[in-house]
């Protein structure tokens, strides 16, 4: 069955401290993605990626960086983690119209 | 940019009951974007409920259906009668060609009281 995990599924980071959210995926899709989440908002393009080793930007690119090693693996960056970057992070891989995503990672910067 | 409005929440509605969510979209970049309801239970990520590519057709699943109205530009979910299995959040999104990239909602929560 296919499958996108995430990890941790919750993390709490201090501010100036690096992040790293990792997502595996075992759909052997092409395309990955990261949004994120916040109240009041619906899910927004962080970075996104269609063959291992490039990254492309979404539309909230800024105090991010996405990593590719593999087909499989997709991992998001916060070199500098702050206050503003609290919220939940989706993973997914998609098929022509469908995305699938993980569980979500709660991230809270105090 | 592409934007999508839909119902804020939370919805509460009795087991048996009717529930409609209001989707209206706004697409700068394509004429009839691709439509889809995605739905996210506790615990799990998001899930494709349903999605219609072409306007003017019906899209359903699980009981759930959807219009999508290039006219009125929506796309509003509507079920006959929830079970309290459908407690839940939903998102309206758009999609450009073959989705690759997603406009989301802010998402619907629904409670639904047995």
Redesign the interface.
């Known amino acids: 069955e296919a499958a996108v995990t995430q990890s941790p599924r919750s993390k709490v980071a201090v501010t100036g401290g690096k992040v790293t959210l990792s997502c595996h995926q075992t759909n052997n899709h092409d395309y990955m993605y990261w949004y994120r989440q916040d109240t009041g908002h619906g899910l927004r393009l962080i970075h996104y990626s269609y063959v291992a080793d490039s990254t492309e930007k979404g539309d909230i690119p800024d105090g991010y960086k996405a990593s590719r090693p593999s087909q499989e693996n997709f991992s998001l960056i916060l070199e500098l983690a702050s206050l503003s970057q609290t919220a939940v992070y989706f993973c997914a891989s998609r098929t022509t119209y469908e995305q699938y995503f993980g569980p979500g990672t709660r991230l809270t910067v105090l | 940019?592409d934007s999508?409005t839909q119902t804020e929440g939370p919805v509460t509605v009795s087991e048996s009951e009717s529930l409609i969510i209001n989707c209206t979209y706004s697409a700068t970049s394509i004429a009839y974007p691709?439509l889809f309801w995605?739905v996210?239970y506790p615990?799990?990520?998001?899930?494709?409920l349903l999605?219609v590519?072409t306007a003017g057709q019906k899209g359903s699943s699980r009981g759930f259906e959807a219009t999508y109205n290039k006219e009125t530009t929506s796309f509003h979910l509507q079920k006959a009668s929830v079970q309290e299995s459908d407690s839940a959040v939903y998102?309206c999104?758009l999609?450009e060609g073959?989705?690759?990239?997603?406009?989301?909602?802010?998402?619907t929560r629904v409670l639904v009281r047995p």
């Open positions: 940019g999508v691709n995605y996210r615990g799990e990520g998001l899930q494709l999605k590519i998102y999104a999609g073959a989705g690759n990239k997603l406009t989301f909602g802010i998402g």
